[in-house]
């Protein structure tokens, strides 16, 4: 199905923004030059931008129009519900190291309907509070198809796009169902260390598995997070 006129503009935008074409903090193309480029209303690119914004790529600045967002964001593990935007739950974070291929743990391998051995590309990340602190620990493990036609998720640095939108350009595959388990354990010292909290603490753990519109895995996620700081609330109707 081809793509509207907004989502187009959307698109473009975020692949200029993917290239290096506009920085962090840079201002975008206005309103009226975008329309005229590319011959739509005023109302049409607003739409796009509204799009941007609300994954979380861009920011509003009074008076100047749009810029690039200067904070990366991106949320805990799990919790993506259907139509939820990349800044719904989303926080500032920190890479953590670079990423790298190794083997992942047993569990991850068994989510990932992997082979004994086979490894994955590791992308890790510190998900923080508004104060800066530590909220939660999370490790991403992409299986090695996802990352060969996706090179980007090797690099150190954020990706300013995201991860979801920046594997769908490139692979065409979408998340369209996601599993999580939600377990309780101690924390490691490693986990401890990077969390700030003493040991003994207790960490809420989530797997967070992705599945693409043909059911084959894309991602797996771990988010650790000390219990002093995890909350899970859940709206449903009865």
Not at 215 to 229: D, F, I, K, M, Y
Request: hydrophobic content about 40%.
């Amino acid at each position: 199905m081809p793509l509207l006129k907004y989502e187009q503009i959307a698109e473009d935008l975020r692949t200029r923004i993917a290239n290096g074409e506009f920085g962090p903090g840079d201002l975008l193309p206005s309103g009226r030059d975008l329309a005229e480029q590319w011959d739509v209303s005023r109302a049409t690119v607003v739409k796009a931008y509204d799009v941007l914004r609300n994954g979380g790529l861009v920011v509003a600045r009074q008076g100047s129009g749009f810029t690039v967002s200067e904070t990366p964001i991106a949320r805990p593990a799990g919790r993506r519900r259907a139509g939820s935007t990349r800044v719904s739950g989303g926080a500032p974070y920190r890479r953590l190291g670079t990423p790298d291929r190794t083997v992942p743990p047993g569990h991850v391998a068994d989510a990932l309907g992997l082979e004994a051995d086979e490894e994955v590309l590791r992308r890790v990340r510190l998900v923080l509070l508004e104060d800066g602190a530590p909220h939660s620990l999370v490790t991403a493990w992409f299986p090695l198809p996802i990352a060969d036609a996706a090179p980007r998720l090797a690099m150190k640095g954020p990706i300013p796009e995201g991860t979801t939108h920046y594997v769908r350009r490139q692979t065409g595959r979408t998340p369209a169902e996601g599993v999580d388990i939600t377990t309780v354990r101690l924390a490691t010292d490693e986990e401890a260390q990077l969390l700030q909290v003493e040991q003994p603490t207790a960490v809420a753990v989530v797997l967070h598995t992705a599945f693409d519109q043909d059911r084959r895995r894309l991602v797996c996620e771990e988010g650790v997070t000390a219990s002093h700081v995890f909350e899970q609330i859940d709206n449903y109707p009865m």
